[in-house]
Each structure stands twice: as structure tokens, then as C-alpha cells.
């Protein structure tokens, strides 16, 4: 049985109790850990103290705010169940009549003609896609969120208009009756003539961005991701249906098919001296990187191209330079001929020693937990001693300093992508905390309210701390309230500790208060500057002075 504390010393605890007026006679359902939206009814059996005298009955609550918690807290318990429930202010008796049912009104109609597909679970959605839900006398139309939101509209749990978490990822435009025209293919007359036709489409081919197909005398282009990454999924067929919109756009008719297309020129290209590596598909190039291509066999002709600077260098992995699609990540050097010796590691002797601050840092650790501006150290040699100062890199490459994996440690293959070569360094720095871009004092309230305190305790002297609710000559017991307020330090972001409601973090200077415990926990609720899914588990504080 769960007590309801006294008015008296609990007023602000029952302000939301006691301020519902009775409704018809009769107890609504027995309260349940069940889910619960805003404005449903339930009954429990709650123990008001009033002074030395006490009531208990049974009182009807109604679900007020916040209904996913409304399954999870008893609105008997004063501590909290007031916080979602708004109690009565008169006992029930009997059963609450059943009210007859009515008539739902429909929304207001959406602004497209006719019902989108019905939606399916399972259906690998992409953001803006539209679906359609079945209501009896109509239908409800729902969008797909944009962003990275929309991975949840495949998701169970997040089916739309369906418990209570679809609002994360759909978005209500209204009602619709009947079914969309099926979108034609476009009528050459507007279209431009692109001539010869590339590939015909061949389902479930391994189709990415920038590849061109034809389909029923039309020619396609797949776009970019994220869209993109529906073209080789089934549903897609360009031309066919309405959702190949959400990943082709097309160029226009075409006849015949595309000629091959020649390569470069040997003779009238520029000597660019020895070859670098062979072009590999699927690597990590990045600006600057270059490779070479085989024109030729008999005679043996190369040629060299360079990445080129971001965002263009993403493409840089995905397409063969001499190949479609090669040009939008890929500048041609010119000819080659043999090979380019072997890179060695940087020369330390080249190396310019750092003069600020002094000495080496802490050697780097793979289990440390690094912000952007740390110093860590990399040992070259022992004998003679040789070091190397590398600097984690400002967000958002901050993520790659304290990635799993050896590959990403400074100075190994992919260290670039969080880590910057200073210099060289001699001796050690003086012991201190790992630096950060932040050296000031961050510090912020935290309160923990707790049961069963000690009868007449006192409150300290920190802001918002109470003194035990009950008396010195009160008996102990869970109805004894106590709220203590402590000063806390703000510290870093940390994916390994267990965050609690109210918990306080930042990155570098900005403060980020954790929401719901449970996804304050998992990286992928990570806060970060910039809007994004974490706004679900963070809210945005103030900035550390």
C-alpha cells in the first residue's frame, strides 16, 4: 500500500493531486503498469494524513503529463505518481458507467490527392517517405522524419499513430480517402534527348550514387546519398510505382545505347614520373591521395590521377578514376611509368621540435579518454629515444581519438582522422590532468531526494536542500523525505558511466542535462553540438564559464 504524505508538510506534492474536481460517480479501472496516454482514468487505493488523522479510499486519477511515465509510476505513491497523475478531490464509489461510444471526427484532409501506400512494418523507409494508416471510416497520412531520425520508422515500436514513441519518427499531415494516381513516366515532349542509353536496369544489381541506367526508353541517374542507398533495394525500379522518386532522378530519353567512352589521350598527357600505388576499390582515399590506372597492356600504358579536397575526395573510394563516375572525385596528373619508391615513416631528423609546452606529454593510451586539443606522445624508437607529439582534433573528429582499434591510433593508417603531427618532443611535461580546451572551474547543483530519513535532521546550507519532512518526534519510516543538494564538478562526456535523471555533462565548455537515464547510457544518444537524435535522452544547459 502506497501512503499519500501529509498536506501539511507535503503541500507542493498534491498540488497536482488535488487539483482535478470530482467527475461522474463510479471508479474508473484499477491502475496497471500498462501504457497509458494523456487523459486516460484509473483508480487506486491512496492514504491521506492530514495532522494526526488519516483517510484511506479509493480516488480516481487522471494520466496529466508525460504518459510514458504514467505505466511506470503508481499515482498512489506521493513521491512519484504526483508528478504524472492528477487526483480527485473526492473518494469513488461503484464502477464508472461505460460511456457510449461516439462518433471519431475525421482530421482535416492532407494537401495530396488520394492515400499513399498503407504502411508495412519492416519496410526500410527513408526520411520524407509518405504511408498511409487504415482508421475504418478513413485514413491517416504520416510522413517520415528527415535526418537520421528516419532509421526509426522501420523500427517496432515506432509504427505511426501506435503507442507512444511514433512521434519521434513520423509526422501527422492528415486525413485521406481513396488511393493515389499511379506517377506516370515522364512524356518525352519535356524531356531532354540524351541520346545513346546506358545499362538497362537490372533488379537487385548493386546499384550506388551517380550510376546510370535505362528504364522503359528513359534514362536515370541514382542520386546521392542518403537517397541513394534505395537504389539497388527492391521497390525502387525506376519509373515504376512512387517510390524510385525517393532515390532516381532522371536525365531524359534516350535511343540506342552510349558508345564506350575512349580513354585519355597517352600521347598528349604530361610525364608525371613513376607510378603510384594501383587504384583499390572500397579504400579510405582521402584529399591528396594518388594512384594509377592501367590504360593499357601491350604497350604498357599507366596514368595517375589525384583526389581530390573534400567533399569531393568522397567519392574518391566509390568509383575507378578512368571509369564513370571517376570525375567527381578523381583530377588527372598525367602519365607514369615504373614506380614510386616506398613512403617511408615521416623522418624524425625533419621533424620541428615543440616549444610549447615543453617536454612530452603522457604517452598515448588506447584506454584514456581524450578531447579535442590533448597532447599525446608516440615512441618511434627506444634507442636513441625518439618521440612524436600528435593533438586530438577539434569536434567532430574528437570521436576518432577514442575509437576502438589500433588502425585509428596516432600515426597508424586512419590516425589522421583524429589525430594532427605537432612535432617532435624530448623529456616529460610536469604531472598534470589530461589537458583539455577547457581550464576553468564548471560546477553545477545536483539534488537527491531520499525516503526514510533520520526525524529532524537539518537541512545544509546548499541552495534547494530541505530538512527531513518528518519531526523529531515522528516515528521513521518511507514516508520521511529529505532532499540533499551537493555542488558537483561538470565533467566531460563519459560513454562508460551510468548517467542518472539530472546529471549534468559537457563538451568542452557546453552543458547538457540527461532526460531519461536509460538512453543517456548508450553512445548513440551521445550529446553533441549540433541538433541531432540525442535530444531525446539530453537537453541543452548553460556554458561553463
Known sequence: ???????????????????????????????????????DMVSAFATIETGNASTSDTYNFECSRDALFCGQRNPADPTHGSTVWTMEDVACSGTAPTLAPTTVPIPAPWSG????????????????????????????????????????????????????????????LGSCTGT??????????????????????????DYEEGDMVENVGLAYRCMESPAGLNCPQAGYEPGTGVAWENAWSVL?????????????????????????????????????????????????????????????????????????????GWSLL??????????????????????????????????????????????????PE??????????????????????????????????TLNGACTGTLAPTISPTLYVGTCEYTKCITETNCNPGNLANTISGSTACSCGIDDEQSDLCTQTTCTIEEVEPYDSSVSY????????????????????????????????GIWRQAWTTGDVCA
Open 1 to 39: 500500500m502506497f501512503n499519500v504524505q501529509s498536506i501539511a508538510l507535503s503541500a507542493a506534492i498534491f498540488v497536482l493531486h488535488c487539483a482535478r474536481t470530482a467527475s461522474a460517480a463510479g471508479c474508473q479501472p484499477v491502475w496497471q503498469e500498462v501504457d497509458y496516454e494523456v487523459g
Open 113 to 172: 490527392i488520394g492515400c499513399p501506400a498503407p504502411y508495412a512494418s519492416g519496410t526500410d523507409y527513408d526520411d520524407e517517405s509518405l504511408v498511409s494508416v487504415d482508421m475504418g471510416a478513413f485514413s491517416l497520412v504520416y510522413r517520415c522524419r528527415e535526418g537520421l531520425i528516419h532509421l526509426f520508422c522501420p523500427m517496432a515500436g515506432f509504427e505511426p499513430g501506435t503507442g507512444q514513441d511514433w512521434m519521434l519518427a513520423w509526422v501527422e
Open 180 to 205: 493515389m494516381m499511379p506517377t506516370g513516366s515522364p512524356t518525352n515532349v519535356v524531356l531532354v534527348d540524351v541520346g545513346g542509353c546506358p545499362e538497362s536496369y537490372m533488379a537487385n544489381s
Open 252 to 328: 531524359g530519353h534516350c535511343e540506342g545505347t552510349v558508345m564506350p567512352t575512349t580513354a585519355p589521350s597517352f600521347v598528349t598527357l604530361a610525364d608525371v614520373g613513376g607510378c603510384p600505388e594501383t587504384f583499390i576499390a572500397n579504400s579510405d582515399y582521402e584529399e591528396g591521395d594518388m594512384v594509377s590506372v592501367t590504360i593499357s597492356q601491350l604497350p604498357l600504358h599507366q596514368v595517375a590521377y589525384e583526389c581530390m579536397a573534400w567533399p569531393a575526395s568522397n567519392y574518391c573510394g566509390q568509383h575507378r578514376p578512368d571509369e564513370l563516375g571517376g570525375e567527381l
Open 334 to 383: 598525367g602519365s607514369c611509368d615504373g614506380s614510386i619508391g616506398p613512403t617511408s615513416s615521416p623522418s624524425f631528423d625533419s621533424l620541428t621540435f615543440i616549444s610549447t609546452p615543453s617536454g612530452c606529454p603522457e604517452e598515448f593510451s588506447s584506454a584514456s579518454t581524450y578531447e579535442g586539443g590533448d597532447l599525446a606522445s608516440v615512441t618511434l624508437s627506444t634507442t
Open 386 to 419: 625518439r618521440k612524436v607529439v600528435y593533438e586530438c582534433r577539434p569536434w567532430p573528429n574528437t570521436a576518432y581519438c577514442n575509437q576502438q582499434g589500433a588502425s585509428l591510433d596516432p600515426g597508424q593508417k586512419y590516425g589522421h582522422l583524429g589525430w
Open 500 to 531: 542518472a535523471e539530472g546529471d549534468v555533462v559537457r563538451l568542452v565548455t557546453q552543458q547538457f542535462t540527461c532526460r531519461i537515464p536509460g538512453w543517456c547510457n548508450q553512445s548513440s544518444y551521445q550529446p553533441e553540438i549540433v541538433d
